[in-house]
Structure formats: structure tokens, C-alpha cells
């Protein structure tokens, strides 16, 4: 089982919906959480931080359930150019690597 | 503002070639590093450096060599390249501490060995 998961997608959504999606994560040690943002052959990019008490810029937001071991990204009012693949990103201090990546989840916004 | 280049975008080798992927940021970051990515994982750690002249492995790290002399510079060298090792390689580097999450990328080197 990979340490941290994601629905690869791809979501396929109207342009101005509602999307969300998840990723869970299996090491209770896991202290910070992040979303980056990948378009299609080219680097990742910091998207957002998550807290605990969840955060908000924007369209987007991010949650954090650590009873459940999951964050979410959920995005309003989607735009084509949202579309792109979302990393999900978990820092973990016992650990050498210390950000554990996620596959993504692939997002295509229809027009 | 440059931030992390990579060179070079494209390559191409034979089995048992070696080369050298080469990155160099102009942020004054203590940490750089060295993914790889490939369809259907998550990036994995090749090798990463918290400062000139300090090194460690990551996840990945056989077959692939590092060094880091100045602040700046941070190659990857393959010493017999494999058909395994062909991938998209990225070079990351961060102000310091991973907790910010914020990794700053190179736009990436595709590599293919035949």
C-alpha cells in the first residue's frame, strides 16, 4: 500500500462546477500537508498549505481530517485552467525523505 | 528571475552511457534535491543536499551519483545509464526547512535510454 494515496482520475467536469477530491495519507507521524499543482510536461508548483483548521485562497479549498487520515482540495466555479494534475504532498519529520508525494489526480475541465 | 535550470530539457542515451543532468538555482538555498517521476508514482527522492559540501541518499538512489560544491550547483550523474533509469528527472531546491512544504522545481529533463 502506497504511504500516500490519490483517486488518479481523471475527473472530468464542466466548466464552473464543483470538484473535489481526496488523499489519504497512512502515517499517523505526518505533520504538515500541501497540494501542488502540475500541468500537463511541466513542474510542480505550490498550490497550498493545509492546516488543521483548514484554509481557504480563493476558489480553492483545503482540509485536513486526521482522525480519517485525509485531505481534501475542493475547487468552486471551476475555470478551464484549473485544469492540471494535483499532487498531494505529506512532510513527514521521522522520515530521511521527508515529503512523501502522491501520484496525482488528473483534472480536466470541459467547456 | 532564473530560479532552478536544468539542463539539458531532452536527452537520449544507450544503455551503459554515462551523464551528467546538471541544475543550478540563484535563491541562496541551502536545500536541493533530485526526483524522478514516472506514470502512475508520486516523485521519489533520488538524492538530496542541505548545504555545500553535505549529501545523502534518498529512496532511489542507486545508479546516480551527486556532489555539491558551491551553494548553487547540485549535477546528477548517471554512471551506467538503464533502461529503469529512463524518467523525468526534476531538480528542487527550498529556502530550508521541508515543514513550509514550498519546493521551488527546474522545468525538468527528460531522459530516455534505449
Known amino acids: 500500500r502506497k504511504e500516500v494515496e490519490q483517486d488518479p482520475g481523471p475527473f472530468n467536469v464542466p466548466e464552473g462546477a464543483t470538484v473535489a477530491f481526496n488523499c489519504t495519507y497512512s502515517?499517523?507521524?505526518?505533520?504538515?500537508f500541501f497540494w501542488y499543482r502540475q500541468d500537463c510536461r511541466k513542474e510542480p508548483k505550490l498550490l497550498m498549505s493545509v492546516y488543521s483548521s483548514g484554509n481557504e485562497d480563493g476558489r480553492f479549498t483545503a482540509q485536513l481530517n486526521r482522525a480519517s487520515q485525509y485531505i481534501s482540495l475542493l475547487i468552486r466555479d471551476s475555470k478551464l485552467s484549473d485544469s492540471a494534475t494535483y499532487l498531494c504532498?505529506?512532510?513527514?519529520?521521522?522520515?530521511?525523505?521527508?515529503?512523501?508525494w502522491g501520484a496525482g489526480t488528473k483534472l480536466i475541465i470541459k467547456p | 528571475n532564473a530560479g532552478v535550470t536544468q539542463t539539458p530539457k531532452f536527452q537520449v542515451l544507450k544503455t551503459g552511457q554515462s551523464m551528467t543532468l546538471q541544475c543550478a538555482q540563484d535563491?541562496?538555498?541551502?536545500?536541493m534535491s533530485w526526483y524522478r517521476q514516472d506514470p502512475g508514482m508520486g516523485l521519489r527522492l533520488i538524492h538530496y543536499s542541505v548545504g555545500a559540501g553535505i549529501t545523502d541518499q534518498g529512496e532511489v538512489p542507486n545508479g546516480y551519483n551527486v556532489s555539491r560544491s558551491t551553494t548553487e550547483d547540485f549535477p546528477l550523474r548517471l554512471l551506467s545509464a538503464a533502461p529503469s533509469q529512463t524518467s523525468v528527472y526534476f531538480c528542487a531546491s527550498s529556502r530550508g526547512q521541508l515543514g513550509t512544504g514550498e519546493l521551488f522545481f527546474g522545468e525538468g529533463s527528460r531522459l530516455t535510454v534505449l
Open positions: 535563491m541562496n538555498h541551502e536545500y
Open positions: 504532498v505529506v512532510h513527514r519529520m521521522d522520515s530521511n525523505y521527508q515529503l512523501i
Open positions: 502515517n499517523s507521524a505526518s505533520q504538515s
